[in-house]
């Protein structure tokens, strides 16, 4: 049981290059969700999905797309990455709405050029 | 425009004391909040929460406060202990809407020998 697992842990992109992460869960959770962490601001949530097939915006949802296909998987992608958008990501499951534990991967630690 | 503040970016307590992290909201329509703890180079793992209907919730040395009317909740630890040193978010959601939560910017522990 592996819980929540984030592909890849690192990596550096130079400006306009684009780049797909990766969530995984084994939990068989409903929801997932993908933050950023940086310095001083906390978590903020970038997307977030309520079910397989569905995806909703969060509080800094541009330069980013997402995609759940699959109920275990949720994608982040940054089509034309920019320096702003480094940062460390995060994604977390949990099996039903807000009321629900939410439980993170490890990160993806992201450096844009 | 914060909705979850927590305004101490930093706390230090002595070993064995009490150490109390406070949070304020200031969306009324918040009813369930949680706190989380981050340890460097890994993702944020579920604390405790509490939920509107209740002033106080107790999980072995973590107690959360809530106080409705002044919109500010508190996680008490006692006693301190050198593994509770971690960054700690207070995050807020709506039941009722059941699916994202907003974290503050947390606040990092140092727990002193």
């Known amino acids: 049981n592996a819980g929540v697992t984030q592909t890849p842990k690192f990596r550096v992109l130079k400006t306009g290059q684009s780049m797909t992460l990766l969530c995984a869960q084994d939990m068989n959770h409903e929801y997932m969700y993908w933050y950023r962490q940086d310095p001083g601001m906390g978590l903020r949530l970038i997307h977030y999905s309520v079910g397989e097939g569905t995806t909703a915006k969060g509080e800094v949802p541009d330069g980013y797309n997402v995609s759940r296909l699959k109920k275990q998987n949720f994608l982040l992608g940054l089509e034309s990455a920019a320096p702003s958008q480094t940062s460390v990501y995060f994604c977390?499951?949990?099996?039903?709405?807000?009321?629900?534990?939410?439980?993170f991967g490890p990160g993806t630690r992201l450096t844009v050029t | 425009d914060q909705q979850v503040k927590q305004n101490s970016p930093s706390l230090s307590v002595q070993e064995g004391r009490i150490s109390i992290l406070n949070c304020d909201y200031t969306?009324?329509?918040?009813?369930?909040f949680l706190w989380y703890k981050k340890y460097p180079a890994e993702g944020p793992t579920f604390l405790i929460s509490i939920s509107s209907i209740k002033d106080k919730n107790e999980d072995g040395r973590f107690t959360v406060f809530l106080n409705k009317s002044a919109k500010h909740l508190s996680l008490h630890i006692v006693p301190s202990q050198p593994g509770d040193s971690a960054v700690y978010f207070c995050?807020?959601?709506?039941?009722?809407?059941?699916?994202?939560?907003?974290f503050g910017k947390g606040t990092r522990l140092h727990i002193l020998p």
């Open positions: 969306n009324s329509m918040f009813d369930y």
């Open positions: 977390a499951s949990s099996y039903r709405g807000a009321t629900y534990e939410q439980y």
């Open positions: 995050a807020a959601s709506a039941i009722k809407r059941d699916d994202k939560i907003i």
